[in-house]
């Protein structure tokens, strides 16, 4: 079975802080995303990655950075984090290879609170 | 008007009952279609692929409909543990995927 795994399910921040959240993926997937969910807003994509080091804006990329130096691991970076940054973060992978056409796992998610 | 949407719902049914979901997309150059299942302060999970041809896995149905450009989702005979948020979800670009917000179900016994 895939498994992501992502660094902390609960996460508290001040205004302003660093954050970091680290994805980890086990099946040699080629694909990585980061999404927020929020009530009433959906799956919002922020950033996505084809391969090593390489990365492509989301839908919402304002305020995020990435950073994918190995293949398992796709870190999502907020540099000044701000209240409206609280969420709940998804990492998943996927692959061209996989039988199932590009299917997403998803991580377990970090609920992020930035106060 | 969003790429992908859903009726969010809530849809309310009792055991036993038979209920559909429909989602539409705007883009007609989408290429894969699915349904993922979604548990309160869970992760998505894979529910189905939508293919062209529909498909069936014991009590669910899932049909694409290209040319009015929507997806559907039949849950026959519900069960209690059917309760949890459904999300269509389209791929345009190989490998990325647009989601709809999802449509919550509440089968009650």
């Known amino acids: 079975d895939v498994k992501v795994t992502q660094s902390s399910r609960y996460l508290v921040k001040r205004t302003g802080e660093k954050v970091f959240l680290e994805c980890v993926q086990d099946?040699?997937?080629?694909?990585m995303f980061w999404y927020r969910q929020d009530p009433g807003l959906g799956l919002r994509l922020i950033y996505f990655?084809?391969?090593?080091?390489?990365?492509e804006k989301g839908d919402i990329p304002e305020g995020y950075s990435v950073s994918r130096e190995k293949k398992e691991r796709f870190s999502l970076i907020l540099e000044s984090a701000s209240t409206n940054q609280t969420s709940m973060y998804l990492c998943?992978?996927?692959?061209?290879?996989?039988?199932?056409?590009?299917?997403?796992?998803f991580g377990p998610g970090t609920r992020l609170t930035v106060l | 008007r969003k790429e992908v949407e859903q009726d969010p719902g809530p849809f309310n049914v009792p055991e036993g009952a038979t209920v559909a979901f429909n989602c539409t997309y705007s883009?007609?150059?989408?290429?894969?279609f699915f349904w993922y299942r979604q548990d309160c302060r869970k992760e998505p999970k894979l529910l189905m692929s939508v293919y062209s041809s529909g498909n069936e896995d014991g009590r669910f149905t899932a049909q694409l409909n290209r040319a009015s450009q929507y997806i559907s989702l039949l849950i026959r005979d519900s069960k209690l543990s059917d309760s949890a948020t459904y999300l269509c979800?389209?791929?345009?670009?190989?490998?990325?995927?647009?989601f709809g917000d999802g449509t919550t179900l509440t089968v009650k016994p």
């Open positions: 990655s084809y391969d090593v080091k390489m990365k």
């Open positions: 979800a389209v791929n345009t670009n190989a490998g990325k995927s647009t």
């Open positions: 883009n007609s150059a989408s290429q894969s």
């Open positions: 998943a992978s996927s692959s061209p290879r996989d039988g199932s056409t590009d299917t997403q796992y």
């Open positions: 099946m040699d997937h080629e694909n």
